[in-house]
């Protein structure tokens, strides 16, 4: 699999040859072997590209993420069964038991909790806000039924962000970075799935019948961390920035 997360911005037209994405911009060709590249982003409403090249990019497991006219990832492209034992493995995920997934989620909310405990660190904030969000470790039980997740994410962005933030205000232009954050790990882990012959939605602990991407919410959740912790540093040096050039 590639690694490369290729952002496409301009105006330009798109094409597969021998195993390369093209890149043709005002009669100039840029090569980028597809072995290479893990996710493409496309965000110029002006692109245009092939039937074939979706085509090569699903059978070489190489996602695409597309934006709206706002900038926004607005959809997703990937591979949709190229698994030789995909059978198998659905079959596997459905007899799996809800003991165990639940086992799973108590898992993956402790990892969490202690990446957003660290990333408070890395911060020099307030260490005793990330013993407590350690604390909550100890208390979550399978499956996580009394909610330590969320008690954790509160005092964790009321610490990192300030009393006032709040997730659901689309108007703040930190939230639409991180919202950006989210959305190219989670592409990223919906083609790893893909790529292993994973159901994405059958969820661990998500269950959202109109979610086709349950499993990949499950999994990315100890991940988002670390798109809080580049955020904020992007957010705070550009305030940062912001207030010199205001003092000039």
């Known amino acids: 699999m590639g690694y490369k997360v290729i952002l496409i911005e301009n105006d330009v037209k798109m094409s597969i040859k021998l195993n390369n994405i093209i890149i043709n911009k005002e009669g100039h060709d840029i090569w980028i072997s597809v072995d290479d590249v893990s996710l493409l982003v496309i965000d110029n409403m002006k692109i245009t590209l ?16 597309f934006c709206d006219a706002k900038h926004l990832p607005i959809g997703y ?10 059978s198998k493995i659905l079959n596997y ?75 659901g205000n689309e108007d703040l232009l ?13 592409s990223y882990i919906a083609r790893l799935c893909v790529g292993y012959g ?4 059958i969820g661990i602990h998500h ?24 955020t904020y540093r992007i957010w705070r040096d550009r305030n940062f920035l912001r207030q010199i050039i205001d003092t000039k």
């Open 93 to 167: 995920q459905i007899q799996y038991s809800q003991t165990e997934y639940d086992k799973l989620w108590k898992k993956i909310i402790i990892a969490k909790l202690n990446n957003q405990a660290g990333v408070l660190e890395i911060l020099g904030k307030d260490n005793a806000i990330a013993l407590k969000i350690k604390e909550y470790c100890d208390e979550i039980t399978d499956g996580d039924k009394s909610n330590r997740e969320a008690h954790g994410a509160k005092v964790y962005f009321n610490e990192l962000m300030g009393t006032s933030f709040s997730r």
């Open 198 to 201: 994973l159901n994405c939605q």
């Open 207 to 230: 269950k959202n019948e109109y979610n086709r991407f349950n499993l990949v919410d499950d999994l990315m959740e100890p991940l988002r961390p670390i798109v809080d912790l580049y």
């Open 50 to 65: 092939t039937s074939r090249m979706l085509s090569y990019l699903a059978e070489h497991n190489v996602g695409m993420i």
């Open 77 to 86: 492209y990937c591979d949709y069964d190229n698994h030789s034992h995909i």
């Open 174 to 186: 930190l939230n639409s970075g991180l919202d950006y954050g989210y959305t190219i790990i989670r």
